[in-house]
Nanobody, 123 residues
Framework: QVQVVESGGGLVPAGGSLRLSCAASGSTFGTYGVGWFRQAPGKEREFVAAISGRGSSTSLADSVRGRFTISRDNAERTVHLQMNSLNPEDTAVYYC????????????????WGRGTQVTVSS
């Protein structure tokens, strides 16, 4: 069992950067894939990025590739999402989720979810 908690959200101007963190509990954290998802008001939750348990494999949504980077530090039980060149379209609640599979893009493949952190990009 793993618990995850997001932090680092906030208000940033267009073109700015934010670094989100996902802090996890559990001694087996390194065996869990971790994904980031986001949901804007009135829209469905969408996949953003994922990383395998050891961090050797990553996946990024087309909409964020080249701007966002996902990484993890298993010693600190933390996954980071570095977000650069933010656009107003990136405004959403960002969720961190853990999966006992390697990683996936489908939200239903993840068993453990954080409560989300708000990211607002002003224009």
């Amino acid at each position: 069992q793993v618990q995850v908690v997001e932090s680092g959200g906030g208000l940033v101007p267009a073109g700015g950067s934010l670094r989100l963190s996902c802090a996890a509990s559990g001694s087996t954290f390194g065996t869990y894939g971790v994904g980031w998802f986001r949901q804007a008001p009135g829209k469905e939750r969408e996949f953003v990025a994922a990383i395998s348990g050891r961090g050797s494999s990553t996946s990024l949504a087309d909409s964020v590739r080249g701007r966002f980077t996902i990484s993890r530090d298993n010693a600190e039980r933390t996954v980071h999402l570095q977000m650069n060149s933010l656009n107003p379209e990136d405004t959403a609640v960002y969720y961190c989720a853990a999966s006992n599979s390697m990683f996936a893009t489908a939200s239903n493949r993840y068993q453990y979810w954080g409560r989300g952190t708000q990211v607002t990009v002003s224009s």
